[in-house]
């Protein structure tokens, strides 16, 4: 899987927060590559505000990359299934 979304000198845009909601109804995982912003805590702070503002879950974080995902609304173009969770006694 390769990167859609890319941030870059100009940091968090509009047009990267709309790249992001469109390429997660797309394909609901999504990755993004910090070309700048590469502080840990510069990249924490931005996945916040992506995720806040495309109503999306950070799923994890390696190097420069992070790995975003949000359900697609209509059950039937999901393409990730995620599996029941039982209920806790």
């Given at each position: 899987?390769?990167?859609?979304?890319?941030i870059?000198q100009?940091?968090?845009?509009?047009?990267?927060?709309?790249?992001?909601?469109?390429?997660?109804?797309?394909?609901e995982?999504?990755?993004?590559k910090?070309?700048?912003?590469?502080a840990?805590?510069?990249?924490?702070?931005?996945?916040?505000?992506?995720?806040a503002?495309?109503?999306?879950?950070?799923?994890?974080?390696?190097?420069?990359?992070?790995?975003?995902?949000?359900?697609?609304?209509?059950?039937?173009?999901?393409?990730?299934?995620?599996?029941?969770?039982?209920?806790?006694?």
């Amino acid at each position: 899987m390769k990167p859609v979304v890319f941030i870059g000198q100009k940091g968090l845009t509009d047009s990267v927060v709309q790249s992001t909601n469109e390429a997660l109804n797309k394909h609901e995982l999504i990755k993004i590559k910090f070309i700048d912003f590469k502080a840990k805590d510069q990249k924490k702070k931005i996945i916040e505000t992506i995720s806040a503002n495309a109503n999306c879950q950070l799923v994890g974080m390696i190097g420069h990359v992070a790995v975003i995902f949000r359900q697609h609304l209509d059950p039937e173009k999901r393409n990730i299934k995620l599996p029941h969770q039982k209920p806790i006694p």
